[in-house]
Nanobody
Framework: QVQLVESGGGLVQAGGSLRLSCAAS????????MAWFRQAPGKDREFVAA????????SYASSVKGRFTISRDNAKNTVYLQMSSLKPEDTAVYYC????????????????WGQGTQVTVSS
């Protein structure tokens, strides 16, 4: 089992920044990919960003590319999402997820999920 705990969410004005963290514990594997998803009220959960275990490869949703940066610190078993130039449409619950193997943009391919952290961007 893998446990994921997100933190860093909150209320921020449009144009501001936030950094989310996701700490992993339990049975972690060296080949795990990590990702961030988000879910706004009344909408499906959607892919935001992903990173390979080595951190050498990242991918982003087009809606956040250039504004968000995903990174990881394997010594701390932690993945981060640096969010800048935030917009009201970024308001959502943000979830951390992990899967064995390569990164994926599909929700149903991830094995473990955190409980989520709320991000609210005011206009």
């Amino acid at each position: 089992q893998v446990q994921l705990v997100e933190s860093g969410g909150g209320l921020v004005q449009a144009g501001g920044s936030l950094r989310l963290s996701c700490a992993a514990s339990g049975r972690t594997f060296g080949s795990n990919a990590m990702a961030w998803f988000r879910q706004a009220p009344g909408k499906d959960r959607e892919f935001v960003a992903a990173v390979t275990w080595s951190g050498s490869s990242t991918s982003y949703a087009s809606s956040v590319k250039g504004r968000f940066t995903i990174s990881r610190d394997n010594a701390k078993n932690t993945v981060y999402l640096q969010m800048s130039s935030l917009k009201p449409e970024d308001t959502a619950v943000y979830y951390c997820a992990t899967r064995y193997g390569f990164t994926s943009t599909r929700v149903d391919t991830y094995d473990y999920w955190g409980q989520g952290t709320q991000v609210t961007v005011s206009s």
